[in-house]
């Protein structure tokens, strides 16, 4: 487009005229490069047809007057439209610089090849600092993923839909993640997936331990032992309650049911611990000990528990950390994570013991509800609405060096199948931000520059940041009117 550039003619005489084969064309002119949408406009100035959507040159014929397209009197759908005045415009963008800035609530994101997820149902630990965790993912579904505190996400599989919470655990190199009656198997190195016969459909299966060549399955008021190897199952043996937490160790399994929990030593019978707080979760610890989550006063706590059921330790979460809601441990329980969950956001940390009895925090990871995201009085983005965002927003153009008019836009951020775009008020596609047409909540906001703005995008699992400077460089287009018969 630059051979325009040099043009001294200003906009002239832009009209539409009919052609043997009933196409009108369309003649326009631009006073320098860029890239053309151009839509066609009813008497009420609704958008009824886009003839081009950031068009290069290539796109159009050259005429006396500028360039020159065509419009077969069709909507965008193919349908003939009536008789009567149609107004033809759209915008030239010049210079506009589009750039990704950041992804938003969501630690587990690092690529785009990640899963994007939005809420954890349960986690495992699969090494001293790893940990694998069952999780659904923004546009439905539920993904099974291991990560590491430096690999990011080493490897994830799609789990079926189902009934039911899905739960996850480790053992014998083997991942386990059972959802409804059905239970699934991994190998934990790779994620690919080992035939498991777990025995004849039960009852769902509300929480899973493994532990010596076994898998146990806590089911409504019993447990079900299976073979990892296969082979013949052992028989299921009762509970005194429905166990939802699951602590398998090499003289002891423990359940949780109804915040009470309950023990059985050497194959006994379970009787309940005396433990003087609710009981919300449970791993195995060293020595015979176990690790839980317990609630105080409304507050929850990481306590660990003797053999003999003495309190060993009690930590409980700093001002502004989230509670506690599920605990895991690894080996002899010189590692353990926690699930963190409240107000909307969920957090994963992994800790691990010093020489001196301390802790440490090895790693941590966080995500957030972002489906009603916004930004607070100062402006600010918060994963939860603070002051209401802004959908469209008006800018001052460049004064165009054809007609010698400045005028001003109002723009949108739109996400739908065909990704996620700015485009004008009336409908009309002026850039694009990506492939990307997930997002269920957009909105922008003035950048640091007066032509600038950023925009944000929520897809359920994360917001995705873009900055978009240079918007003065967008000039209108107007290619007359044109009467369809």
């Known amino acids: 487009m630059a051979r325009w550039r040099a043009w001294t003619v200003v906009m002239c005489v832009l009209f539409a005229v009919a052609l043997a084969g009933g196409d009108e064309v369309i003649e326009f002119a631009v006073p320098e490069e860029g890239r053309v949408t151009l839509g066609v ?13 950031l068009a290069t040159e290539e796109a159009f014929e050259v005429g006396v007057n500028g360039f020159m397209t065509k419009w077969d009197g069709r909507d965008d759908r ?17 210079n506009v610089v589009i750039s990704g800035e950041a992804k938003h609530f969501n630690d587990w994101i690092t690529s785009d090849a990640d899963p994007m997820i939005v809420r954890i149902y349960d986690f495992a630990m699969a090494g001293p600092v790893d940990v694998v965790i069952v999780a659904s993912v923004a546009g439905g579904g539920t993904v099974v993923a291991r990560f590491s ?17 899905p739960v996850v655990a480790v053992g014998g190199g083997r991942v386990f993640v059972a ?10 190195a790779s994620g690919e997936s080992v035939d498991f016969p777990a025995g004849p459909p039960g009852a769902e299966v509300r929480a899973l331990g493994v532990l010596g060549g076994k898998l146990y399955l806590a089911r409504a008021g019993a447990i079900a032992v299976r073979p990892l190897a296969g082979g013949e199952a052992e028989g299921d043996f009762a509970t005194p309650a429905d166990f939802t937490g699951l602590a398998v160790e090499a003289a002891c399994i423990a359940g949780v049911g109804g915040e009470k929990l309950y023990v059985s030593r050497w194959a006994g019978d379970f009787g309940e611990r005396d433990v003087p707080v609710p009981v919300l979760s449970i791993a195995p610890g ?5 690790w839980f989550v317990g609630r105080d006063g409304g507050q929850n706590f990481v306590g660990e528990l003797s053999a003999e059921g003495a309190l060993l330790r009690k930590m409980t979460a700093g001002e502004g950390d989230l509670p506690p809601r599920l605990i895991r441990t690894w080996g002899e329980g010189d590692s353990f994570a926690v699930l963190e969950e409240g107000a909307g956001a969920q957090r994963v940390r992994v800790m691990s013991r010093l020489p001196d009895s ?14 009603d995201f916004g930004f607070d009085t100062e402006g600010g983005l918060v994963a939860s609405r ?13 004064e165009n060096p054809l007609t010698g008019l400045r005028g001003t836009i109002r723009l949108r951020a739109v996400s739908d199948v065909d990704g996620t ?14 492939p990307r047409g997930d997002c269920v909540r957009t909105l922008i906001q003035r950048g640091p520059e007066a032509d600038s703005l950023r925009v944000f995008c929520g897809n359920g699992s994360f917001v995705d940041e873009f900055s978009v400077t240079g918007l003065r460089h967008i000039l209108p287009i107007d290619a007359g009117g044109v009467d369809l018969p």
Do not use: M, N
């Not at 060293?286 to 176990?290: F, I, Q, V």
């Open 78 to 94: 193919g349908g003939r439209l009536p008789s009567g005045q149609y107004h033809v415009r759209g915008y030239l963008v010049g």
């Open 41 to 53: 406009f009813d008497s009420a100035g609704r958008l009824v047809r886009t003839l081009h959507r």
């Open 358 to 371: 301390g802790w440490t925090i090895e790693w941590a990871r966080s995500v957030s509800d972002v489906s």
């Open 386 to 398: 603070g002051a209401s965002g802004s959908k469209e927003l008006e800018f001052r153009l460049d």
């Open 179 to 188: 959802r409804g009656e059905a239970v699934l198997s991994f190998d934990a």
């Open 421 to 434: 775009r700015i485009e004008t008020a009336d409908r009309l596609p002026l850039f694009d931000l990506g």
């Open 149 to 165: 505190a430096e690999g990011g996400c080493l490897w994830r599989r799609d789990i079926p839909g189902g009934t039911g919470t």
């Open 286 to 290: 060293s020595a015979g000990s176990l």
